[in-house]
């Protein structure tokens, strides 16, 4: 029993001696001689370059305004989502250039690229980013058509005779 004891005090001490687990840092914002934050982001075939600094809400997609590029609000309120999610409405000035896909696709794509540019930016706002799986890449794309088939998957007619 005195060992046990013993051997308890023992642990107490060395218990006491380290030190408490320190919460983690934050990693240094990525933030260039301009004042921008830049990221790529990517849904379907589309890819978008985005860079973000602080101004008042203006949105540029290949050189025209979100409004005109971007024509459905469905796909405009896409974009919007990372700053309603992290509560930074009208706080950053977004321009970005985007190639390939649909306007669907390329609305997820510049919607990836300004959540990852704002934790960049802000790494503090990667919880509530992450967690509405806006830094998730969505890797679906068209599958490829094979040959002997009408499509991916379909075959062509079946003709008995």
């Known amino acids: 029993m005195a060992e046990e004891t013993a051997s308890l005090e023992d642990l107490k001490d060395v218990m006491a001696d380290t030190p408490a687990a320190a919460p983690q840092e934050l990693p240094e914002p990525q933030i260039d001689q301009w004042g921008r934050s830049y990221a790529t982001g990517k849904r379907k075939d589309a890819v978008a370059r985005v860079w973000i600094k602080p101004g008042n809400g203006k949105i540029t997609v290949n050189g025209r305004e979100q409004e005109t590029y971007f024509a459905r609000p469905v796909l405009r309120m896409l974009i919007q989502q990372?700053?309603?999610?992290?509560?930074?409405?009208?706080?950053?000035?977004?321009?970005?250039?985007?190639?390939?896909g649909g306007l669907s696709g390329q609305a997820g794509a510049v919607r990836h690229g300004i959540s990852k540019a704002l934790t960049l930016y802000?790494?503090?706002?990667?919880?509530?980013?992450?967690?509405?799986?806006?830094l998730t890449r969505d890797s679906r794309t068209v599958e490829r058509k094979k040959y002997g088939r009408a499509k991916a998957r379909r075959s062509f007619q079946f003709s008995k005779r």
Not at 82 to 100: I, K, M, S, W
């Open 82 to 100: 990372p700053f309603t999610v992290t509560e930074r409405t009208d706080q950053y000035d977004v321009v970005a250039t985007v190639r390939g």
């Open 122 to 134: 802000e790494p503090g706002l990667r919880g509530p980013l992450k967690s509405h799986g806006f």
